[in-house]
């Protein structure tokens, strides 16, 4: 999967599975573009992967403005002239409870981050893409973006959203030369799961973290870097006739659907 000088835009680049995508496609000779919250993460993640600071640019923005998201792809454009892939990937979790607890503000929040930010970097990229007449795009769905489950109904609405964007986009733009697809990881080991187990079990979130891949058929969690390969297939040339798929990386999980 040769990304040798291509342009790749990573949203929530400086979290697990954004950092595991970039190293690989560092790799494989892409030029970065991460974009995430925070200067210091970003920095971190330059850092620890020991990027060529001549082939990335790290950019700060909040995905739920659309005035930052325009920015973030301006400055892709006017760093390195292109892009060719886009790794829609920054999202939330949110708080988590029985649908009947949850508040309006929560529902917002998260849905303002998984479905407003996914679909500003869809609406601005596509734009550019479109003039190109080429492009990749992958949108980070979830496994629970084609079931259901309980305690977090917040982002499980967020993540079908995702589902239905990616196949839509997909659709309008098949004519254009651009193939748009999503990733839909199950439970993976990152910085967001230990987060979250934390508030569901405070006492032990290791435990937590540990029962939850004992639920997948595999009888364990992904591994950043197994979500990352996937991205890298669906961004690559070898998934040249594939679009408007969401596709699971799931240990199993939805075979028992």
Do not use: W
Request: glycine share 8%; hydrophobic share 40%; net charge negative.
């Amino acid at each position: 999967m040769n990304f040798e000088n291509k342009v790749v835009i990573i949203t929530g680049g400086a979290g697990g599975i954004g950092k595991a995508s970039a190293e690989l496609f560092a790799q494989e000779g892409a030029k970065l573009v991460l974009v995430d919250m925070n200067q210091e993460a970003l920095d971190k993640v330059v850092d620890e992967l020991q990027l060529n600071e001549e082939r990335v640019l790290t950019v700060v923005s909040n995905v739920t403005k659309e005035e930052d998201v325009i920015s973030y792809v301006n400055k892709t454009v006017e760093r390195f002239g292109r892009i060719d892939v886009f790794f829609n990937n920054a999202g939330v979790v949110g708080d988590t409870g029985p649908l009947i607890e949850q508040t309006s503000q929560n529902f917002e929040f998260v849905l303002d981050v998984n479905v407003k930010g996914v679909f500003y970097g869809l609406k601005h990229v596509l734009q550019f893409m479109k003039t190109q007449q080429y492009g990749a795009i992958v949108n980070t769905a979830s496994v629970d973006g084609l079931r259901g489950s309980s305690g977090i109904s917040p982002y499980i609405a967020s993540k079908h959203a995702v589902v239905g964007l990616t196949s839509a986009a997909a659709a309008e733009h098949a004519k254009d030369g651009i193939r748009v697809n999503a990733v839909c990881p199950a439970p993976v080991n990152t910085n967001l799961m230990h987060e979250l187990g934390k508030i569901l079990n405070p006492n032990d979130p290791d435990t937590f973290v540990k029962k939850a891949g004992e639920k997948v058929p595999m009888k364990r969690n992904a591994n950043p870097e197994e979500i990352a390969q996937v991205v890298l297939f669906l961004a690559s040339d070898k998934a040249s006739y594939m679009t408007g798929l969401s596709v699971p990386v799931d240990g199993g999980q939805t075979s028992h659907l």
